[in-house]
Antibody, heavy 118, light 108 residues
Framework: QVQLQQWGAGLLKASETLSLTCAVYGGSFSGYDWTWIRQPPGKGLEWIGEGHHSGSTNYNPSLKSRVSISVDTSKNQFSLKLSSVTAADTAVYFC??????????????WGQGTLVTV | SSELTQDPAVSVALGQAVRITCRGDSLRTYFASWYQQKPGQAPVFVIYGENNRPSGIPDRFSGSSSGDTASLTITGVQAEDEADYYCNSRDSTGNHRVFGGGTKLTVL
């Protein structure tokens, strides 16, 4: 069974760069897209972007200028960097696998979440 | 505001059925997936399409889609179904993913 374990700095100052990593255990890594999602305190989910083992990426237009997602197939890990953070970036950040079947896509499983406070 | 619209809150009596909806123009082209989130926990994938559930999700959860609306129906609601529910699909361009604003389900 695939499990995702994420980690990274939980307290940042404004203008710093957020950096999180998610490791994938127990399943195939290549052939999937891997995504990051965040949730500000008391609010809903926001899709940040995703990366593929091929190196292709896709980002939320509202964050595109500040976000970078990279995939390391040698370590079965993927990472998120978000630059120039402000208090508005305070949120719980989740990593997840993107699954596909025909026209259907879904996120499963999810990491445990990391609270990042700016 | 999200391109996928959900009712902020829905309530249902124990044992009854409830439908949670997700509306957006992109749903005329793209399918939705649904997630359950309980306080302090990561979201859990519940269903995509009509009856495509992961193992561990009860068959009282079902999905459907018509026009610009995707729906998650829970029949015979249990107390443990009280949670926030989110839909996810594509935005109007089809190039990016987007979540609905979420629906808080209260079981009475």
């Amino acid at each position: 069974q695939v499990q995702l374990q994420q980690w990274g700095a939980g307290l940042l100052k404004a203008s710093e760069t957020l950096s999180l990593t998610c490791a994938v255990y127990g399943g195939s890594f290549s052939g999937y897209d891997w995504t990051w999602i965040r949730q500000p305190p008391g609010k809903g989910l926001e899709w940040i972007g995703e990366g593929h083992h091929s190196g292709s990426t896709n980002y939320n237009p509202s964050l595109k200028s500040r976000v970078s997602i990279s995939v390391d197939t040698s370590k079965n890990q993927f990472s998120l960097k978000l630059s120039s953070v402000t208090a508005a970036d305070t949120a719980v950040y989740f990593c997840a696998r993107v699954c596909s079947s025909g026209w259907y896509n879904w996120f499963d499983p999810w990491g445990q979440g990391t609270l990042v406070t700016v | 505001s999200s391109e996928l619209t959900q009712d902020p809150a829905v309530s249902v009596a124990l044992g009854q059925a409830v439908r949670i909806t997700c509306r957006g123009d992109s749903l005329r082209t793209y399918f939705a997936s649904w997630y359950q989130q309980k306080p302090g926990q990561a979201p859990v994938f519940v269903i995509y399409g009509e009856n495509n559930r992961p193992s561990g999700i009860p068959d009282r959860f079902s999905g459907s889609s018509s026009g610009d609306t995707a729906s998650l129906t829970i029949t015979g609601v249990q107390a443990e179904d009280e949670a926030d529910y989110y839909c996810n699909s594509r935005d109007s361009t089809g190039n990016h993913r987007v979540f609905g604003g979420g629906t808080k389900l209260t079981v009475l």
